[in-house]
């Protein structure tokens, strides 16, 4: 299957949020359907702080990619952090993935940032195969305190 990797588009709202809600179920998460249309507002909007690109091969959207830009206390550059990572389930091993984080990459380069950089779930066994090949695994942990 041949891929494109595009920006998104406000045309592109209905199979972007079919995709999200995918990957949602995949992590085996619940969210308001609120936070979806707020991340797209936010993405859609060129001032906004989330940045996507979504993956079009057979003529219909087959991933997503989201990601944003931050300050760190480690360095004088900015960071990138890939936030969100979802490709259809029949695409998988076909290039869909790494095409996502390679774009992601040139933006970020384009952007001056440093350094790109996200987090998985241990369960996510075929994306960790995909990972290792273009990333360095790091040993941090994460923690998180809900407010």
Known sequence: MSIT??????EDRDDWLALWEAYLVFYK???????GHQTWQRMIDPTGDIEGFKAVGGGKMVGMVTYLYHGT???????CYL??????PETRGQGVGRSLINAVYDAAREAGAEQVYWLTQEFNY???ILYDKVADRTPFIKYAHSL
């Open 126 to 128: 075929h994306g960790r």
């Open 73 to 79: 206390t480690w360095s004088a550059g900015a960071r």
């Open 29 to 35: 998460a619940s969210l308001p359907a609120e936070v």
């Open 5 to 10: 990797i595009e920006k998104f588009v406000a």
């Open 83 to 88: 936030h969100d990572l979802y490709t259809l």
